[in-house]
Structures are given as structure tokens and as C-alpha cells.
């Protein structure tokens, strides 16, 4: 099963507004990677924060995670229409017997010109 | 550098068919990753390879296997193919260090209908 619930499953705001995902997980984790997905292409790596990390920035994103509530967040501040795509968060650690990479369902974030 | 690589890119197999699909990971990294996705499914985690071996499996059946070469290109390989295959398969490759992945660079996919 997935290790990352995604909420919510879908956003659509205006552009120049902000936009916030939230991602929960169940089991512990070494780090937590958010991944952009643009319309059945691969996907491109966004952030990555550790276990030991709070927060973190990277140009328009902010990054929050709290491990004691297995939980994590992604801002994208002043939307564009470019930012529309699926975003997922990652988590990495021992799941299932195996050192993986589990991903969320995703939200699926539209920016309306 | 050169990106992650994915041949074919689409591809139409018949039930009970095999499948190969290939994946060229970016120079310098060594660990290869694939993952199925599906619209019902989501992101599903396969198999790792490192150094030519196999570090971590996901829960597929045996039909699914992989192999990785010496210059890290991997390929993955779908047996005896079951309408439920059709998916897109993404490959990602990672500089790791032992215990623990950084940033997976994933290739466009391969686009399996299984008919």
C-alpha cells in the first residue's frame, strides 16, 4: 500500500496565489523528497529534507515536516501557470522489508490564468 | 551532463507476450530504479539495482525482472503480459551512499498497452 496520503487529491487556484499541499506517512522515514510530474512525463525532483530537517526553502518552494506527526508540507508561493502539473511527495526508508522509495497518490495543483 | 534515457518510448505488446524496456541512467550514478505507474495504482516501486545487483524489490510478482550492466544501463523484463500490465514504466537513477537515496532522476517512461 502507499506509504504517503496526499492531501488534497486536487487544487485549483489563480495564478499569483498560494498554493499548499500536505503529505502524511506511517512508518519512519530517513528523508522526504517532493517530486513535480507534468502530464505522463517523468518526474523532476523538487526538494528533499531529512529527517533532522524542519523546514526548508528552494526559490518559490517551502518545505515543512514534522516526523512527529508523519507529516509533511509543500508552499509554492505566487503561482504560475507553468506550476500546473502532479505533485507527490516520496518518502524514503525501510518499508515492507525493503530500503525504497514510496510515493504518494499525489495532488493534482491547476493555476488558472 | 546527459539525462536519464528510456527506449521505447510507446510500446503495444498482446497478452502473454514478453517485454523488454531499457534504461540508460545518467553518467556517474550507479544506482537504477523502476517504478510502475497506473491511474488506479498510483507510483509503485519495483526493484533497485546497484553495481549489477539487485539491493531492493518491491512486491511484483516474478514476472517482473531486471538486470543491471557493468556501465549501469539497465533493463527490466515483463513475462507472459496481463492486460493489468499496461502502465507507464519509469526509470530513475541516484547517486546513493550506503542506507540511504538522494534525488531520483527519472527518464520520460515507456508507455506499455498490453492488448
Known amino acids: 500500500s502507499q506509504q504517503g496520503e496526499e492531501d488534497p487529491q486536487a487544487l485549483s487556484i489563480q495564478e499569483g496565489e498560494n498554493a499548499t499541499m500536505n503529505c502524511s506517512y506511517k512508518t519512519s522515514i530517513n528523508n522526504l523528497q517532493w517530486y513535480r510530474q507534468n502530464s505522463g512525463r517523468g518526474l523532476v525532483h523538487l526538494i528533499l529534507i531529512r529527517s533532522n530537517e524542519r523546514e526548508k526553502h528552494s526559490g518559490r518552494l517551502r518545505v515543512t515536516l514534522d516526523t512527529s506527526k508523519k507529516s509533511s508540507s509543500l508552499l509554492i508561493t505566487a503561482s504560475r501557470a507553468a506550476d500546473t502539473a502532479s505533485y507527490f511527495c516520496?518518502?524514503?526508508?525501510?518499508?515492507?522489508?525493503?530500503?525504497?522509495?514510496?510515493f504518494g497518490q499525489g495532488t493534482r495543483l491547476t493555476i488558472n490564468p | 551532463k546527459a539525462g536519464v534515457t528510456q527506449t521505447p518510448r510507446y510500446l503495444i505488446k498482446t497478452r502473454g507476450q514478453q517485454v523488454t524496456l531499457s534504461c540508460s541512467p545518467i553518467s556517474g550514478h550507479r544506482s537504477v530504479s523502476w517504478y510502475q505507474q497506473t491511474p488506479g495504482q498510483g507510483l509503485q516501486f519495483l526493484f533497485e539495482?546497484?553495481?549489477?545487483?539487485?539491493?531492493n524489490k518491491g512486491n511484483f510478482p516474478g514476472r517482473f525482472s531486471g538486470r543491471q550492466f557493468s556501465n549501469s544501463r539497465s533493463e527490466m523484463n515483463v513475462s507472459t503480459l496481463e492486460l493489468g500490465d499496461s502502465a507507464l514504466y519509469l526509470c530513475?537513477?541516484?547517486?546513493?551512499?550506503?542506507?540511504?537515496?538522494?534525488?531520483?532522476?527519472f527518464g520520460p517512461g515507456t508507455r506499455l498497452t498490453v492488448t
Open positions: 516520496a518518502t524514503w526508508g525501510l518499508n515492507q522489508g525493503a530500503q525504497k522509495l514510496v
Open positions: 539495482y546497484f553495481s549489477e545487483t539487485q539491493r
Open positions: 530513475a537513477s541516484s547517486w546513493t551512499l550506503a542506507g540511504e537515496s538522494y534525488e531520483q532522476y
